[in-house]
């Protein structure tokens, strides 16, 4: 079996926006789950807030992709600190 240290995340983005919530002493982040109707379906996106901003998840997904709407905020807020100069790049 491999330790944990071998394992990968199926949350990487999410995971280092955390990460760096903490070294940085900033609030967690606060994810929250959109939807939109769209004809006879359903899309889901994701915000999630940190140091006060909203940050939209680029894209729309299936609502079985959920965890990559989530990502997807992830990944676009820890971009949004690399730009802010608030952190080093990762």
Not at 15 to 40: K, M, N, W
Not at 52 to 72: L, P, S
């Amino acid at each position: 079996m491999p330790s944990s240290s071998q394992q990968t995340s199926s949350t990487p983005w999410q995971d280092r926006l955390a990460e760096v919530c903490r070294e940085y002493q900033f609030t967690a982040p606060h994810f929250q789950i959109v939807s939109d109707r769209r004809g006879g379906r359903t899309a889901w996106s994701s915000i999630v807030t940190v140091c006060g901003k909203r940050i939209e998840a680029r894209y729309w997904y299936d609502g079985r992709n959920i965890t990559n709407a989530r990502e997807d905020a992830a990944e676009a807020a820890l971009n949004w600190l690399a730009n802010q100069n608030m952190t080093t790049s990762w």
